[in-house]
């Protein structure tokens, strides 16, 4: 499982060192653009519309538009400056009971298991919110961005949850047409509370299925097996550059023709095609 964060989780005294894994994939299928003559995937270049060009990685700079139009630059020395001590530390403030917690905090789940020499640590660490029944709030910085994380026990593993800062949940209150007052007819409530007792069952994961990209990738490979004309090959590197050179080439013999043809000699039909094919040929 690929590392995607290596450091160490910090409470009080105690130093784990761990390495971080997604506990999830994405398994939506993704699309390329492509051009429809000839079925070459599309690029997407970075360029400057003002210079009017290709702009190239080392030519690129950080700007944070604080007015329409109007950019603070801040050099990446100066992020490295400033960085959290979490960029290498998960840091543990809190100790709190997972209920407390609104579920609309979490982001994204990883797993977290022990670095080297880590073992010992990281199984006291894990058998301490087991039995505690707790879980753990600290801060850490991934990829430059810094998040608020739960550190829970998931079997036998810790987990790792990013989650939101306070400041970056919406008000309910810019949520529109929200009824300020509710008046409820109390027969359809029973009878809706009798609903949802019928429907009410253990959470059971793996009953439910992404029906669209089942379909989708039955689709895909319908196409595929039946070779429909939509089954399309990108022309090969090796075909593009023959083209390339064989136009080089023959713009090189149309150059080569008219140097050699003197200022003042007679426009004679003859001579130009018999020069163009020695060249060509």
Request: aromatic residues 6%; proline residues 6%; charged residues 25%.
């Amino acid at each position: 499982m690929h590392t995607v964060w290596k450091g160490a989780i910090s409470f009080g005294l105690v130093h784990v060192p761990v390495k971080m894994h997604s506990a999830t994939e994405d398994k939506d299928l993704s699309f390329r653009s492509l051009h429809k003559e000839c079925g070459m995937p599309i690029n997407y270049m970075k360029t400057c519309r003002h210079c009017n060009k290709e702009v190239s990685p080392d030519e690129i700079v950080k700007g944070f538009e604080y007015e329409k139009d109007k950019f603070v630059i801040v050099k990446e020395e100066e992020l490295d400056a400033i960085k959290p001590e979490s960029a290498k530390t998960i840091q543990i403030l809190d100790f709190v009971d997972l209920s407390e917690i609104d579920p609309i905090y979490f982001q994204k789940a990883y797993y977290l298991s022990p670095d080297m020499t880590g073992a010992g640590a990281y199984s006291l660490l894990l058998e301490a919110i087991q039995q505690t029944s707790k879980i753990g709030i600290a801060k850490i910085t991934i990829r430059s961005k810094s998040s608020l994380a739960a550190v829970r026990v998931v079997g036998n593993c810790l987990c790792l949850e990013t989650m939101f800062f306070p400041d970056e949940i919406r008000a309910i209150s810019q949520v529109p047409n929200i009824p300020a007052q509710t008046t409820i007819n109390e027969k359809e409530l029973d009878m809706a509370k009798m609903l949802v007792e019928q429907l009410s069952e253990p959470f059971d994961p793996a009953k439910y299925t992404d029906d669209y990209r089942i379909a989708l990738t039955e689709l895909i490979q319908h196409k595929i097996a039946g070779q429909s004309v939509d089954v399309v090959s990108a022309p090969t590197a090796e075909g593009r550059t023959n083209v390339i050179d064989l136009m080089a080439a023959l713009q090189a013999s149309l150059d080569a023709t008219k140097s050699a043809i003197p200022p003042n000699a007679p426009p004679t039909k003859k001579k130009r095609t018999t020069k163009a094919k020695g060249n060509v040929s």
